[in-house]
């Protein structure tokens, strides 16, 4: 993948889950050191308010739409709350107001979980709110996977370029 080719193959997207994984390992070394000190209650608090607010109110919209589309708000939403940048910022504040706690762990602890476990990321428009396969990125993906760009045939592109490898 790259900025003139957004898409993920399924070898890149294990490896890009992969990397969340490791920031979930020291992620959890981190809360387990420390699990003294942890304040489980706020602790609660920031590990669920980022799906009450950014999943949950989408995900019953999904369900209960019959054509499950969904408005975009609820895609902003989710967005927006598993955002690294927005918990950055919410624990900025929380240290600001409040000092730096080891319970903070936890909104890095969420988004890593969500991206390197469950291999969540952040939601396109164009697609389903909730996981399911799009006929247009099915055949993409397969296209990709199955064939090389006309250049790399005349040796043009270096060798191992090609999607998938």
């Known amino acids: 993948m790259d900025h003139a080719n957004p898409v993920e193959t399924k070898v890149t ?6 990397e969340y994984l490791v920031g979930l390992a020291v992620v959890t070394g981190l ?7 942890v304040r489980w209650l706020p602790a609660v608090v920031l590990f669920v308010y980022i799906d009450l607010i950014g999943y949950i109110p989408g995900a019953i919209a999904y369900r209960r739409s019959p054509d499950h589309h969904v408005a975009k708000g609820y ?22 107001v409040a000092g730096p706690e080891w319970a903070l762990l936890v909104l890095p602890f ?29 055949r993409l993906s397969a296209e990709l996977l199955h064939t090389r760009p006309a250049a790399e045939s005349t040796g043009t592109v270096p060798a191992g370029a090609a999607a998938g490898r």
Do not use: C
Request: charged fraction near 10%; aromatic fraction near 18%.
């Open 13 to 18: 997207y294990r490896l890009h889950r992969a």
């Open 31 to 37: 809360l387990i050191a420390n699990i003294g000190q």
């Open 75 to 96: 895609y902003i939403a989710y967005n927006t709350m598993h955002s690294l940048i927005t918990q950055a910022v919410v624990a900025g504040i929380w240290m600001w």
């Open 110 to 138: 969420h988004l890593f979980i969500d991206r390197g476990v469950f291999g969540n990321f952040l939601k396109p428009f164009s697609l389903a709110f909730e996981p399911e396969p799009n006929p247009a990125y099915v």
